[in-house]
């Protein structure tokens, strides 16, 4: 199915372009979305707490895995120096979430490198292919599992940078973006603080 819209780009303004409709739902698009949002930060998040417990002189000391950005020795490396070497409260709870992280993995790369297609019997599941090392792989998601799977992540987050569950404990202050734009006036405080989104 194709979608036709009016391109209004400076070099084509009024002409008309073909889409493809790629026939997810506003929700599945919101949560697909997040959780690749979320899934980078969370990588950004991991990449930085093994930098600073390597503390190299120059990231040419990284090692090759990390300079490569290859995701999962990454995190193997901040298992390694970052999660095994923390005590207490700090560790079990970062143990934790490696563990979250291990098992949301392979339905991330689902989401981000799979082939979407719509079940024909059952309408509210769409189907995820790829091959991998060889076989045909599949997943099915709804659009609620894809939020699960967003609020999983996100939380994640929360704790891979609060593991003791105080925003304070790190810097001694934190201010959000949302915030800073707010307290700031600038414009895009607006899309900060957005309407209730299909999630809702």
Do not use: C
């Amino acid at each position: 199915m194709e979608i036709t819209m009016t391109d209004d780009s400076p070099n084509n303004a009024g002409k008309m372009m073909q889409l493809l409709d790629l026939e997810l739902s506003e929700r599945e698009f919101y949560f697909i979305g997040r959780i690749v949002a979320a899934w980078g930060a969370l990588e950004s998040e991991i990449f930085t707490q093994t930098v600073q417990a390597l503390n190299p002189n120059s990231l040419d000391d990284l090692p090759a895995a990390m300079n490569n950005l290859q995701p999962s020795r990454v995190r193997e490396l901040w298992k390694e120096h970052v999660v095994d070497k923390a005590s207490g409260k700090r560790r079990e709870v970062l143990l934790e979430q490696h563990e979250k992280i291990e098992t949301l993995s392979e339905d991330r790369h689902a989401i981000v490198h799979g082939m979407w297609e719509y079940s024909k019997s059952e309408l509210e599941k769409i189907t995820v292919w790829r091959v991998r090392k060889g076989d045909l792989e599949k997943k099915v998601f709804t659009a609620d599992a894809l939020m699960n799977i967003s609020l999983a992540v996100d939380q994640i987050n929360y704790y891979l940078r609060f593991p003791l569950d105080n925003p304070l404990e790190s810097s001694g202050s934190f201010m959000s973006r949302r915030m800073r734009a707010t307290l700031a006036g600038h414009p895009v405080y607006k899309e900060l603080w957005p309407e209730p989104t299909p999630a809702t």
